[in-house]
């Protein structure tokens, strides 16, 4: 059974980087069926799609937050990270990251999500 | 970005009634629409996929219904362990976007 997790600081200063990484298990982040994607949610709010990112590296970011985010992959640990730079006190959020099917088509088999970490942008 | 509009965001509901939730999409999606539960700390679950489908698992006192710009969620008879706050994500177009969320709240 495939499993998310998300892993990363729970503090973050103003105008620093946050990172936060995904661990798959269970299954292989390779394998070429599936996008790999981060999702937030402020708290008390909605929820906000980030991006995604292919096995092979290919990425697509919300215009919103394109300026700042990068989406990577490591196959070799069957990882995905989020990097989120220039972060303010808005960058506080529950970070989601989730497997969705390749080219978000067919959802028949469903969508896997992360339990979420908070992240919180304060000095 | 196609805009997705959720009606009502609250609503006050007792256990056996049915419930309606509303999702209008900005442009079309086609049937490109899922519906989705999150309770009160946990990630969302999804219920319904391709505007329609039930996902495996899920109650069938869950339905969806529409395409196009139009979308509905149904409970036919609401359950206490469905209480919580429900939203829709159009996956038809980039970004994906998420309606601003339904809490569905006890009488």
């Known amino acids: 059974q495939v499993q998310l997790q998300e892993s990363g600081p729970g503090l973050v200063k103003p105008s620093q980087t946050l990172s936060l990484t995904c661990t798959v298990s269970?299954?292989?982040?390779?394998?070429?069926?599936?996008?790999w994607t981060w999702i937030r949610q402020p708290p008390g709010k909605g929820l906000e799609w980030i991006g995604y990112v292919y096995y092979n590296g290919n990425t697509y970011y919300n215009p919103s937050l394109k300026s700042r985010v990068t989406i990577s992959v490591d196959t070799s640990k069957n990882q995905f990270s989020l990097k989120l730079s220039s972060v303010t006190a808005a960058d506080t959020a529950v970070y989601y990251c989730?497997?969705?099917?390749?080219?978000?088509?067919?959802?028949?088999?469903?969508?896997?999500w992360g339990q979420g970490t908070l992240v919180t942008v304060s000095s | 970005d196609i805009q997705m509009t959720q009606s009502p965001s609250s609503l006050s509901a007792s256990v056996g009634d049915r419930v309606t939730i509303t999702c209008r999409a900005s442009q079309g999606v086609r049937n490109d629409l899922g519906w989705y539960q999150q309770k009160p700390g946990k990630a969302p679950k999804g219920l319904i996929y391709a505007a329609s489908s039930l996902q495996s698992g899920v109650p069938s006192r869950f339905s969806g219904s529409g395409s196009g710009t139009e979308f509905t969620l149904t409970i036919s008879s609401l359950q206490p362990e469905d209480f919580a706050t429900y939203y829709c994500l159009q996956h038809n177009s980039y970004p994906l976007t998420f309606g601003q969320g339904t809490k569905v709240e006890i009488k």
């Open positions: 269970g299954g292989s982040i390779s394998s070429g069926d599936h996008y």
């Open positions: 989730a497997r969705d099917p390749y080219g978000y088509g067919d959802y028949s088999r469903g969508q896997i």
